[in-house]
Nanobody, 122 residues
Framework: QVQLVESGGGLVQAGGSLRLSCAAS????????MGWFRQAPGKERQFVAA????????YYADSVKGRFTIYRDNAKNTVLLQMNSLKPEDTAVYYC???????????????WGQGTQVTVSS
């Protein structure tokens, strides 16, 4: 069982940066692949980025590649998402999620946080 709590969301102007954090409870955090997803009003939840258990493999949606970086600190049970050059279309609720192996599909993930709002003004 893994419990996830996101933080770090907020309001930022276009071109700005935010860093989201996801704190996990549970002794087996280092065994899980971690993903970040986002959901805008009226839209489906979409993949943003993911990282494998060791941190040696990272994966990004094309829309955020080159602007977002995902990394993890297994000693602190934390996964982070550094978001730079933010655009208004990045506005959404951002969720972190965990599962055994990497996947881009939100349906494959077993554990979810409550989400944190990111709003980018133009």
């Amino acid at each position: 069982q893994v419990q996830l709590v996101e933080s770090g969301g907020g309001l930022v102007q276009a071109g700005g940066s935010l860093r989201l954090s996801c704190a996990a409870s549970g002794r087996l955090f280092s065994r899980y692949a971690m993903g970040w997803f986002r959901q805008a009003p009226g839209k489906e939840r979409q993949f943003v980025a993911a990282i494998n258990w060791s941190g040696g493999g990272t994966y990004y949606a094309d829309s955020v590649k080159g602007r977002f970086t995902i990394y993890r600190d297994n000693a602190k049970n934390t996964v982070l998402l550094q978001m730079n050059s933010l655009k208004p279309e990045d506005t959404a609720v951002y969720y972190c999620a965990a599962r055994d192996f990497f996947s881009r599909s939100p349906d494959d993930y077993d554990y979810w946080g409550q989400g944190t709002q990111v709003t980018v003004s133009s």
